[in-house]
């Protein structure tokens, strides 16, 4: 569930992607987020990755889990076995804002 991104030249990284939310204060723009991949457990961008939210498996600072995938197929594995939904980023991210309302 690791993430990572730059801000004004200097490296983060964050537990969740809550913790990442968190980051995006107002008037924060982070450069080239990414997210780790659970099949390969290397670093993506966040735009290419597909997010099951909500399954069976516990998540990271969070009650409603987010596992990142570079590829479909193994996220619908996961999913086939953990169950949740398939989204992309901008719809794991909105979950994650709905966790601390």
């Known amino acids: 569930t690791s993430h990572a991104s730059e801000h004004e030249g200097k490296h983060y990284q964050y ?11 107002e008037g924060i723009t982070l450069k080239n987020p990414k997210v780790v991949d659970v099949d390969s457990l290397k670093f993506i961008p966040v735009g290419n990755a597909y997010y099951v939210v909500g399954s069976k498996k516990r998540g990271t600072m969070t009650r409603v889990s987010k596992y990142a995938f570079l590829d479909i197929e193994m996220a619908k594995k996961f999913q086939a076995k953990y169950g949740g939904e398939i989204m992309d980023f901008n719809g794991a991210l909105q979950k994650a804002k709905e966790d601390f309302k």
């Open 15 to 25: 537990c969740s992607i809550h913790c990442l939310e968190d980051h995006l204060g």
